[in-house]
C-alpha cells in the first residue's frame, strides 16, 4: 500500500518526491515504492459564484441582494480542473491507504488541501506535514513525526469562517454598490477598513494649516543648547516677537551649566523578524512593497530554502528550536557574515528568554536563517538584500545589548534655561551586526517633536563652568501636517487594528491599488477620488476598523476551538443583510471623479479615463454599454529624424501614422515599414517581426497596428 502526498506547488511536489525516493515522473504525479506525491496549484476548489445558485444571478440586480445561500457550495476552477481530476484518480487508486496533507503550514494551506478533499469525498486516514522550512532535513523530520489530520479541525473551521465571510459580506455589498451606482465599486471585509485608515488621514493632511512658530539657540562653541520654558519644557515660540526679545537679552552674556546629568541605557537586541516587520523593514529600507517582500521571501524559502516558513506572526523561537541554532550560525558564516558567525560561534551561545519563548510562539515562529548550505551567488540583488536583512537580524540575537552614556546639560544664560542632548557608544553590542554607531532602537518609530535638538558630542563639563556665548540665533519654523502612510506606517496601523493577517495584508493593499482606490505617490499611499468617495458610500460599520478587529478575534477563537463556527457565520449573514439594505436606503449620490467631456460614440453617455496595463484607457460610464478605447496614443520605438526621441503611433483619416510631438514631425506607417519583404512567406514574417520588435517597445501591437503592418508588407511583396 502506498501514501498520497498532496503538495501545495509542483515545485514543492518535486522536492518532497526527490527526498522520498519517488522518482517516477508522470504527467500529474510522482511515484515511488511508499509514496505518490501530486500537487495542487494553489486553490483547486473555490466557493460557487451567485449565478451556480441561480442563472439570474449573472446579471447584478439591486433587487436581488443580498444572496444568502442556505449553505455554501464548493466547485472547482475550471482553469485547473485537470488537475483536479488528476488527484480525483489518484484517490480512488485502491493501493493509496492514507494521505498526506503537505500543504502550506498555515489556514491557507489547510483550505486548500481540505476543499479538495471534500469534494473527492476522501474517506480513508489521513495525516498532516507540518514543517517550518523546505530542507531536506526539515522534511525528513517531518515525515518522522506527521501529526494527526483531526488536530487541525479547527483551524480548518476557521479557514472556512474566513472564506464565507470574506464572500457574503464582500460580495454582497460589491453588487449593491456597484448596481445602485453604475460603477465598478469594490468593498470588503479588511479592505474597506483599511481605506478608512487612508481616507481619515487624508482628511486630516487637507484640514490642516500651517502655523509658524520660532525656535532660540544658543552656541557656545563646541555644543548647541535650545532654550524652553521652565515649567512647560515647550521650546516653541508662537511669536516671533518673543523670539527676538530673547535673543537680544542673551546678546554679550554668559552662561553658567547649572546641572549635568549622566545616565547609562541600553537598547536590547531587537526581535527577530515576523512577516509584517519585515515587510516594514524592506519598506523603510529598500522600498520595498509588502507584495514584493512576501514573493521574494517565497523565493527563499521554496527555492532556495535558506530562510523558514515565511507567513509567520512570532517574533520569537521554540525551546526545541536551540539545538539547532548552532548549525544555522555555521551555514550563514560565509561573504560578509563570516567574520562575526565565527566570533559568535567562539562562545557559548547566549540563549535568553528574551528571543526563545514558546508561550509566544502558535503555529510558526520567527523567520531565521535555514541550515541549508548558503551560496549567495545564486541569488538576485533584491533577495540578497531581503536575505541580509534577516541574517544580520538572526546574528544580532546572539550578541550583548548595545550600551551608552546619555549626558544631559542643563545652561542658565539671562534668566532662562537652554538644554543639551549628547550620548557616547560605550559597547556597539548588537550594533556590530549592522555597522551601527548610533544610538537609536530600530524597534520604536521615530515619533520625535519636531522641535527636538539632534543629538550631539558634548564636551566634558561640570556644574559651574561658565560658557561665553559665540551666537544666539532664533530659527523659523512651521507646524507640519501629518505624513501620509507609507506602506510599512500602514501595515504597522493594520497590525494595530487587527486588519488582515501578516498573509493577507500585502494582497489587500495590492487590491485597493488594482481597483484604483489608492495610489502610490512615491513611497506614500494616498486615496484617489474615487476612493474618498467609496469611503462615504460604504456603511460606517463595514468601515469601522473595531467592526473587522471583533471578527478576526472571534476567527482565532474557533482557531482555539473556543468560539463557535455556526454562531459566527449567523451573525456574518445577518450583518450581510444589514449592510446591503444601508446601501439600498442611502441617499448619498457617486459623481465619478475620472470622467471626461468625450461621449461614448455608441450610447451617447460621457467617457471616463481609467488606468490599465498598456497605458490610460477611455471607458464609457455606463456599464451595460460596454465601449472602451485607448485614451491615448501609444509610445513607440520609432525615432524623431530631428530630436530622436521617441514617436508616437496615432490614427487619421489617411490611417496610422508616427508623429514627434516636440518638432511635429510626422511618417507614414507604409514609409517605415516596408523593406526587406521580398522573398516569400519566411521574408514577410522575418519583416513583420523585425518591424514588431523597432516600433513596438515590447508591447503587444493592437488589432489595427497588425493589420497596418501586413497591408504595408504585402505592398512591399507585391511591388
Same mark, same amino acid.
Given at each position: ?37 501530486? #500537487? ?24 436581488? @441582494? ?11 476552477? /475550471? ?32 483550505? *486548500?488541501?481540505?476543499?479538495?478533499? &471534500? ?47 470574506? #464572500? ?44 509658524? %512658530? #520660532? ?41 553658567? !551649566?547649572?546641572? *549635568? ?38 523565493? =527563499? %524559502?521554496?527555492?532556495?530554502?535558506? *530562510?523558514? %516558513? +515565511? ?70 540583488? &533584491? ?27 542643563? !545652561? ?6 537652554? %538644554? ?15 555597522? @551601527? ?18 543629538? $550631539?558630542? =558634548? ?22 501636517? +501629518? ?36 495610489? /502610490? ?11 474618498? $468617495? ?8 463595514? /468601515? ?50 475620472? =470622467? ?19 497605458? @490610460? ?15 491615448? +496614443? ?57 518591424? !514588431? ?5 515590447? *508591447? ?12 504595408? =508588407? ?6
Amino acid at each position: 500500500m502506498k501514501t498520497l502526498v498532496l503538495a501545495e506547488k509542483p515545485s514543492v511536489a518535486k522536492e518532497l518526491a526527490r527526498v522520498l525516493g519517488a522518482g517516477q515522473k508522470h504527467k500529474s504525479h510522482m511515484e515511488g515504492p511508499k509514496y505518490v506525491v501530486t #500537487w495542487a496549484l494553489g486553490h483547486l476548489v473555490e466557493l460557487a459564484e451567485p449565478e451556480d445558485y441561480d442563472p439570474k444571478y449573472k446579471t447584478w440586480n439591486l433587487e436581488d @441582494l443580498p444572496i444568502i445561500p442556505p449553505k455554501m457550495r464548493l466547485k472547482v476552477i /475550471r482553469e485547473s480542473s485537470h488537475q483536479f481530476k488528476a488527484i480525483e484518480q489518484l484517490c480512488k487508486r485502491p493501493d493509496i491507504s492514507e494521505m498526506v496533507i503537505a500543504t502550506d503550514a498555515g489556514r491557507e494551506g489547510e483550505l *486548500v488541501a481540505r476543499w479538495i478533499m &471534500e469534494l473527492v469525498r476522501w474517506r480513508k486516514p489521513f495525516k498532516r506535514l507540518w514543517i517550518s522550512s523546505q530542507t531536506d532535513q526539515a522534511i525528513r523530520e517531518g515525515f518522522a513525526r506527521l501529526k494527526p489530520g483531526q488536530d487541525y479541525d479547527r483551524l480548518y473551521q476557521s479557514a472556512v469562517c474566513r472564506a464565507e465571510a470574506d #464572500w457574503l459580506i464582500g460580495l454582497n455589498v460589491t453588487r449593491a454598490l456597484t448596481s445602485k451606482y453604475s460603477a465598478q465599486l469594490a468593498a470588503g471585509r479588511v479592505q474597506t477598513p483599511t481605506l478608512q485608515l487612508l481616507s481619515e488621514r487624508d482628511k486630516e493632511i487637507r484640514a490642516f494649516r500651517p502655523v509658524d %512658530y #520660532w525656535l532660540v539657540q544658543a552656541d557656545f562653541g563646541s555644543f548647541q543648547a535650545q532654550w524652553r520654558a521652565d515649567k512647560s519644557g515647550e521650546a516653541r515660540l508662537w511669536k516671533r516677537e518673543d523670539a527676538q526679545d530673547l535673543v537680544r537679552r542673551m546678546a554679550g552674556k554668559t552662561g553658567r !551649566v547649572k546641572q *549635568v546629568k549622566r545616565v547609562d541605557k541600553s537598547i536590547p537586541q531587537p526581535l527577530a523578524y515576523d512577516l509584517t516587520e519585515l515587510q516594514r523593514d524592506a519598506n523603510k529600507r529598500y522600498g520595498f512593497s509588502a507584495k514584493q517582500t512576501s514573493s521574494l521571501l517565497q523565493r =527563499l %524559502y521554496e527555492q532556495h530554502k535558506l *530562510v523558514t %516558513y +515565511p507567513r509567520t506572526d512570532s517574533r520569537h523561537l521554540t525551546q526545541d528550536m536551540v539545538p539547532t541554532l548552532k548549525g544555522r550560525l555555521q551555514s550563514v558564516a560565509v561573504g560578509p557574515y563570516a567574520p562575526l558567525a565565527r566570533q559568535i560561534l567562539k562562545a557559548p551561545l547566549a540563549v535568553t528568554k528574551r528571543f526563545v519563548d514558546d508561550s509566544k510562539v502558535t503555529d510558526h515562529h520567527a523567520i531565521i536563517p535555514t541550515e541549508q548550505f548558503n551560496n549567495l551567488s545564486a541569488l538576485s540583488n &533584491e533577495e540578497r538584500k531581503l536575505y541580509d536583512l534577516i541574517v544580520r537580524r538572526f546574528l544580532a540575537l546572539f550578541l550583548r545589548p548595545c550600551v551608552f552614556q546619555q549626558a544631559t546639560v542643563t !545652561v542658565e544664560l539671562a534668566g532662562e534655561k537652554f %538644554y543639551a542632548v549628547g550620548s557616547i557608544m560605550k559597547e556597539q553590542g548588537w550594533k556590530e551586526a549592522y555597522g @551601527l554607531t548610533d544610538t537609536s532602537d530600530p524597534d520604536e518609530e521615530d515619533n520625535a517633536p519636531e522641535d527636538t535638538l539632534a543629538q $550631539q558630542r =558634548l564636551p566634558e563639563l561640570k556644574e559651574g563652568d561658565s560658557l561665553p556665548l559665540r551666537q544666539a540665533k532664533e530659527l523659523s519654523r512651521q507646524t507640519k501636517p +501629518p505624513a501620509r502612510y507609507t506602506e510599512a506606517s500602514l501595515l504597522t496601523a493594520m497590525e494595530k487594528h487587527k486588519l488582515g493577517t501578516p498573509a493577507t495584508r500585502a494582497d489587500i493593499i495590492e487590491k485597493l491599488v488594482k481597483t484604483d482606490t489608492i495610489e /502610490r505617490q512615491g513611497n506614500a499611499l494616498q486615496p484617489t477620488g474615487k476612493g474618498k $468617495q467609496l469611503i462615504e458610500l460604504a456603511s460606517p460599520e463595514l /468601515r469601522s476598523p473595531e467592526l473587522t478587529a471583533r471578527w478576526e478575534e472571534e476567527l482565532e477563537r474557533i482557531a482555539l476551538g473556543k468560539g463557535s463556527m455556526e454562531q459566527f457565520l449567523a451573525s456574518i449573514r445577518k450583518q450581510a443583510a444589514q449592510l446591503v439594505g444601508q446601501v439600498v436606503a442611502s441617499s448619498t449620490e457617486y459623481k465619478p471623479h475620472n =470622467l471626461t467631456t468625450s461621449k461614448c460614440p455608441e450610447c451617447g453617455k460621457l467617457l471616463q479615463e481609467i488606468k490599465g496595463k498598456r497605458g @490610460l484607457m477611455l471607458v464609457c460610464s455606463d456599464r451595460e454599454c460596454g465601449y472602451r478605447r485607448a485614451g491615448e +496614443p501609444m509610445l513607440t520605438n520609432h525615432r524623431c529624424p530631428q530630436c530622436h526621441k521617441k514617436m508616437e503611433l496615432r490614427e487619421g483619416k489617411a490611417g496610422k501614422f508616427f508623429q514627434c510631438r516636440r518638432c511635429n514631425v510626422v511618417e507614414k506607417l507604409e514609409e517605415t515599414a516596408g523593406g526587406g519583404a521580398k522573398g516569400g512567406r519566411k521574408a514577410a514574417a522575418r519583416a513583420t517581426r523585425q518591424a !514588431v520588435e523597432q516600433y513596438s517597445d515590447n *508591447v503587444s501591437l493592437n488589432t489595427g497596428l497588425a493589420d497596418a503592418l501586413k497591408a504595408a =508588407l504585402e505592398k512591399n511583396k507585391q511591388e
